[in-house]
């Protein structure tokens, strides 16, 4: 089954650049999406692409590409075993909110991202088991100077593999506890940085928590643990930190859908000494069909980033709403507001934001 959709308006954005002194701008932005889904009796593949391009129509100039695909194929096998696999790619400019600084002078770089996993699950009675293999990868396009020439940004680049076992016991048809332990290994295709470190590092998580199905109502999981990544370079302090993690899907009423999400990760850089930061980020997400033609949403987020070995921090705080207007079965009016706001401990990193899209979106 194919599911195509194309968006076309105009975006004002009181800061453009997302930068400490803001420049507003109106951007033209284009985003076509697709999608496929197997109707097998067993088993099921999926396939998901979409790309945005952004380009300026008057105020600040900035083209801001955006584009990815992703796929997953699950088996189900004799056994009561299950075997899937995914893999993603995305383009993305980098975020102003990046924790790696980068010369005033310099452009936000292009950053691409793959991820690839295998998971195999098996059943045996109430027990649940999974052994999970994935691999992330992470490259930089060079940062454009404003004078000329660029900034190479190779120290960054890194893979990142682990191997995740998980047991867990259904205790009932609406929970199953479970406890995980993650092993990986982060290299950098650069030995040694151009500070002279070496930043691959060997990391080690342990995580408890529960899987959730209370039939329609409400289904995903929430796990909190540990983490502790340790660096090839002495002079480089190791990171441990608590996680929190979760995937919930809420839907307290017919045609309303809340989506609870949270996340933490270790997140490298390039200054010189610095081991890192920690990021924790959350989001709330309602969706509510209002009546057959009219289709709402608003989402809260919050993300809090600790950098290690200092008193810095970050914290961002974004909100933002929608809508969408169908006309008939293949076209609508779709509009949106946003607002966010960054506020930082080091100089020049505390930003705001607001922004308002209105446009046409076509679906068949």
């Given at each position: 089954?194919?599911?195509a ?27 076509l ?23 300026p ?49 310099a ?19 109430k ?16 940062a ?16 990142y593999l682990?191997a995740?076992?998980r047991?867990g ?29 070496q930043?691959s ?5 342990l995580?408890?928590g529960?899987m ?13 643990g ?9 002079r ?34 390039t ?8 990021l ?11 009546r ?12 809090f ?7 810095d921090?970050d ?10 207007w ?7 009016l ?24 209105l ?6």
């Open positions: 089954m194919l599911n959709s194309l968006e076309q308006g105009l975006t004002w954005n009181s800061n453009a650049t997302s930068s400490a002194t803001p420049q507003s701008g109106i951007t033209s932005e284009t985003t999406r697709l999608g496929l889904a197997s109707d097998w009796a067993v088993h099921q593949a999926l396939l998901n692409a979409y790309g945005t391009w952004r380009q129509v008057a105020g600040a100039a900035f083209i801001d590409p955006e584009m990815g695909m992703d796929g997953s194929l699950r088996l189900d096998l004799d056994g009561d075993i299950t075997l899937t696999g995914a893999a993603s790619y995305a383009l993305t400019r980098e975020d102003a909110s990046s924790p790696v600084p980068l010369a005033v002078t452009s936000r770089p292009l950053q691409h991202e793959i991820n690839a996993s295998l998971t195999a699950a098996k059943d045996l009675g027990f649940r088991f999974s052994a999970k293999g994935a691999v992330n990868r992470l490259s930089f396009g060079d454009a100077l404003s004078g000329g020439g660029v900034l190479s940004q190779a120290d960054r680049d890194a893979t682990s995740t076992l047991a016991y259904q205790v009932s048809a609406a929970f199953t506890p479970f406890a995980e332990v993650e092993i990986g290994r982060r290299a950098y295709d650069l030995t040694t940085d151009s500070a002279g470190y930043r590092a060997t990391r080690l998580g995580r408890a529960t959730i199905d209370v039939s329609e109502k409400l289904n995903g999981e929430v796990s909190a540990w983490v502790r990544e340790d660096f090839d370079d002495t480089l302090a190791s990171i441990s930190a608590l996680t929190l993690n979760s995937t919930l899907n809420w839907s307290p009423l017919r045609g309303t859908t809340i989506a609870f999400a949270g996340s933490t990760g270790i997140e490298g850089t200054t010189a000494g610095s081991s890192g930061s920690v924790y980020s959350g989001s709330v997400t309602a969706t509510r069909e209002l057959a033609n009219l289709t709402a949403n608003a989402a809260l987020g919050l993300a980033r600790d950098y290690a070995s200092t008193t921090t914290t961002t705080l974004s909100a933002s709403a929608g809508f969408t169908w006309l008939n079965r293949h076209a609508g779709t509009g949106r507001l946003r607002h966010e706001t960054v506020r930082s401990t080091q100089a020049a990193r505390s930003t705001q934001a607001n922004s308002v899209f446009g046409v979106k076509f679906q068949r």
